[in-house]
Structures are given as C-alpha cells and as structure tokens.
C-alpha cells in the first residue's frame, strides 16, 4: 500500500485536479496505512483458510476456471480438481503457520479488532468518506463475493464489516 509507484498515482491525480491533497492526505493518512498493513499481514491471511475447509469449499471455491473461455471443458474440470485438491492440501499449512486453530472463529476476532479499532462508530474506518484501510478491508471480503462462494463466512463479513461503498459514495 505504499511505495513509489502508490505515492506516483496520487501525486498524478493531485495534478490533475481529480483528488485534492487534503483528501488524498486523509485517504493515506498513517492510522489508514497501519490499518491497511492490518488488513494484507492479519486480515487476509485468514481467508485463505476459510475457503477451503474441506474438499468440497475449496471445489467451490475453484469454481471460477469454467468463466475461462479459452480452457477447454477437460481443461476446465481437471484444473477445477486438481486445484481445489491443492488448495485443500495447502489449507493446513497456511493454518499452521499462522496458527489458527478455527478460521471462522478467527475471522470474526479480526471483524471485531476491526470494527472496534478502526471503524469504531464510525460509517467507514476513513470517518465519512473510505480510506485506503477500508479499501484494503473491503477488496479482501470482495475475493468471496468474487468467487460466489455461498458460505456462512459471506454472511458473518456483511453483517460485521459495516463496508458499503456504494450506499456511502454516492
């Protein structure tokens, strides 16, 4: 979230007149970069799990390879397969190096250390208008939304997330 070419395209639209340097202080303020750093090395990491529980999450999950119009349908069904079994595989590695012992449980702590730490009773993280950590937060839920995963997860994020961009923008 932050680095040269980040710095590059914000300092292009204060240029061209399409963000203001205040706003686009706010948006990359540094309590919205901690925030933003929360949500790729805490928050994310627990989706991957969540995901894939068990073969058939993970199949699901793997969905999306039949919108790939070049794969052919053999492609579409062996790459589905073979990558929702991979990914199943790889779910316990990723639970043990980030020690969760139950991923649902350890998405809704994060939601919580969210909500009270940042969002607060606030509409977004940013105060009335999003941040780059709100941004950050609602980008990693999308991936389920995404993928059409019809999980109880999807329900837990909508209700704890508090995040509707397009209600609060327009």
Known sequence: VTGRAYD???????????????????????????????????FAVLLFPNITRNFGEA????GYVHEVPHFSIVD???????????????????????????????VREALATWMSGAVKDQPFAGGERPNVA?????????????LHLDLDLNLDLDLNLNLNLNLHLN
């Open 134 to 146: 709100d941004v950050c937060v609602f980008g990693a839920h999308d991936l389920n939304l995404h």
């Open 59 to 62: 199949y699901e999950a793997f």
């Open 8 to 42: 590059d395209v914000f300092d292009e639209l204060e240029a061209a007149g399409t963000i203001s340097k205040t706003d686009a202080a706010r948006f990359r303020s540094p309590a919205a970069l901690k925030w933003a750093e929360w949500s790729d090395k805490e």
């Open 76 to 106: 579409k069904w062996s790459n589905q397969f073979v990558g929702a079994f991979a990914m199943w595989m790889a779910q316990g590695k990723i639970k043990k190096k980030y020690a969760i012992d139950d991923e649902r449980e350890a």
